[in-house]
């Protein structure tokens, strides 16, 4: 119904207009077209519409036929007498409902449901329209407004067809007795619901969206069932009808299929059991192992901790990156943004630290949005070659799921890992990547007609990733002390960190770790850019070994990047400035790292405390990659006391640091000689 026609509505109350003048009205504007056509004209001026009316209607409906052509359009008349009668039916408290059946109740009948409908809708009397249905097989459904009851046979024979398929599934055979045993429980407490469903119908549909007339009383973010059985989430909530967002194909949804309100909001299965899984943005498992039992339900959308459940961010997560453990430390409980390019490395940082996680006692959650089936099933194999699915599950919405699917999996994601987080785990969650979250967002907001702002991102774009990724936090001791640390990954264009999506992850996040393309080809891998990475809170959370040990390297590379600008068109340097380039190069050289091979405290420690203590001055570029692995196990060798005592005490006195610098020499005698 549209508001024009509200309008007049209201006007027609306010003149007290009778059905039976409207019905009147209506017959004669229905016999001739040649007056139709003059009311709906916008050439006929409105002194020759009068004219025409006041010579064909009574003075009485002349005003009436005249608001109409004037408000709406002619032929919407029949529209607007259902609508009037609608109204005039609840101002005079006579409910309307419709009895579909098998066969025509009798008198009784009819008063026992003539009854019940009053008592539901508090009114004197009720108008009954009844249909018929043979394929109700039995029983009835009463339809009042948007409220069903439905009594009938064929929805309770459907129920128990549905349970038995679930439980089937779950028990994964079908079992006689336990199908026996169902249907005699079933017909045992065979009892029809008494609460009546909101039932909404669909008023159109496409690219994944559908909007609903009739549930009135919707919550946003509720989910709702079409009759074909797909989900949706309404999404925006108007006057008339509400838009909602489809977890599924559209294919089967068409004008005036029924939507069912669940009165959930949107939530996904949580549990221990999914630890080691791979599920979709909806929490179903699409490994093909089989069910997952869970524990709880959680909501998708969900609150973040409040200030005064939280704890500062004090213990590291080790990414057992050497560039980034070194000068861009992450604290449980951190949000450290990964950002660059496309193909420079991101998702391998990712999964790197999530393969450095092991025997970590942390629970890792990689959540691939909008990525390349392909590419997310790479991934998957890599951690199960490398063990690390033991402690890691997998929220998958690919570039083929619904733009749907792929806005909400962040979310569902962060519910699975608040789960573990109240448990007192810590977590650590990836999300890869929330540019193409952005772009899944955006695209629903624009098929729901929201205004588009810059770059054609709705308004709340912000809140979007805010929202999110506030929920990842430390919990206080009094909260069991979980964390959830997030590793957001942005995609930029060209290097520009100043785009829309870019500025506003930097600004919601503690940090950012920065990958160059130029860095990238010119192999220096991780391509870590130091001049522009930071990380705000890890400091706090570093271990006392490391930041000794890192000392001074930020310094000492920025001054080898301006210092590398200034000499690059000089060709006769000082002994200085040579020896200064060679250092910086060295430690340049060190900071790489290939994949799947992350570095432990001690490792770290030891190749920084040796290459500050320039002790790989005098090693030709090409060989010093080389001569840290041999060191790193010369010390494992020799020296396991060195490593086991940075590995327990976490710290790094002078002695300590002599004994390394000692044990460079002896191995440096070892390998020479
Ligand atoms: P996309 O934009 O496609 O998501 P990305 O930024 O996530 O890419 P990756 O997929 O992580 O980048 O890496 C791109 C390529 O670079 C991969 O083939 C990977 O093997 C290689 N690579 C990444 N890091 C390293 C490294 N440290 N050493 C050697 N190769 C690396
Ligand atoms: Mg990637």
Known sequence: MSQRIDDYINTLLLNEVSVSELDRAKEILFSSDELMQILNSPS???????????????????????????????????EVIEAYSAVLDKKNRIARATVVCVNEPNAQQLRGIEEFICKEENAGSAKIKVVKDESLIGGFIIQIGNKQFDRSLKTKITRIKEKIVDDARKASSVDTGNIISILKSEIRDYDFETSGEEIGTVTGVGDGIASIHGLDHVMY?????????????????????????????????????????????????????????????????????????????????????????????????????????????????????????????????????????????????????????????????TLEKNGAMEYTIVVC???????????????????????????????????????????????????LERSPGREAYPGDVFYL???????????????????????????????????????????????????????????????????????????????????????????????????????????????????????????????????????????QVITLVCAIGKKFADVPINEIKKLQGELLEYFEDKHIGIINEIETMKDLDDKLKADILKAFDDFRKVNNG
């Open 465 to 603: 990733h805010s929202r999110l990724l506030e929920r990842s936090s430390r919990l206080s001791d009094e909260l069991g002390g979980g964390s959830i640390t997030a590793l957001p990954i942005i995609e930029t264009l060209a290097g520009d960190v100043s785009a829309y999506i870019p500025t506003n992850v930097i600004s919601i996040t503690d940090g950012q770790i920065f990958l160059e393309s130029d860095l990238f080809f010119s192999g220096q891998r991780p391509a870590v850019n130091v001049g522009l990475s930071v990380s705000r809170v890890g400091g706090a959370a570093q271990t006392k070994a490391m930041k000794k040990a890192a000392g001074s390297l930020r310094v000492d590379l920025a001054q080898f990047r301006e210092m590398e600008v200034f000499t690059q068109f000089s060709s006769d340097l000082d002994e200085e400035t040579k020896a200064g380039l060679s250092y910086g190069k060295g430690l340049m050289e060190l900071l790489k790292q290939p994949l799947g091979k992350p570095l432990s405290l001690a490792q």
């Open 44 to 78: 006929v001026s409105p002194e020759e519409k009068s004219r025409v009316v006041s010579e064909i209607f009574s003075s009485s409906v002349k005003p009436v036929v005249l608001g109409l052509a004037e408000k709406c359009r002619a032929e919407s008349i029949c």
């Open 221 to 381: 973010g509720e989910i709702v069932i079409f009759d074909c059985g797909i989900k949706g989430m309404v999404q925006d909530i108007k006057k008339h009808s509400v838009g909602c967002i489809l977890f599924g194909s559209d294919s089967e949804i068409h004008e005036g299929t029924r939507v069912k309100r669940t009165h959930k909001n949107a939530g996904v299965p949580v549990g221990d059991a999914f630890i080691g899984r791979i599920v979709n943005a909806l929490g179903e498992p699409i490994d093909g192992k089989g069910e997952i039992a869970a524990d709880e339900y959680r909501l998708v959308e969900n609150t973040a901790p409040s200030i005064v459940d939280r704890k500062s961010v004090s213990e590291p997560l080790q990414t057992g990156i050497l560039a980034i453990d070194s000068m861009f430390p992450i604290g449980r409980g951190q949000r450290e943004l990964i950002i660059g390019d496309r193909q420079t490395g991101k998702t391998s940082i990712a999964l790197d630290t999530i393969l450095n996680q092991k025997g970590k006692d942390c629970i890792c959650i990689y959540n691939a949005i909008g990525q390349k089936a392909s590419t997310v099933a790479k991934l998957v194999s």
């Open 397 to 447: 919405s690919t570039a083929s799921d619904s733009a749907s699917l792929q806005y909400i999996s962040p979310y569902s994601a962060t519910a699975i890992a608040e789960y573990f987080m109240h448990k007192g785990k810590d977590c650590l969650i990836v999300y890869d990547d929330l540019s193409k979250h952005a772009v899944a967002y955006r695209a629903l907001s624009l098929l």
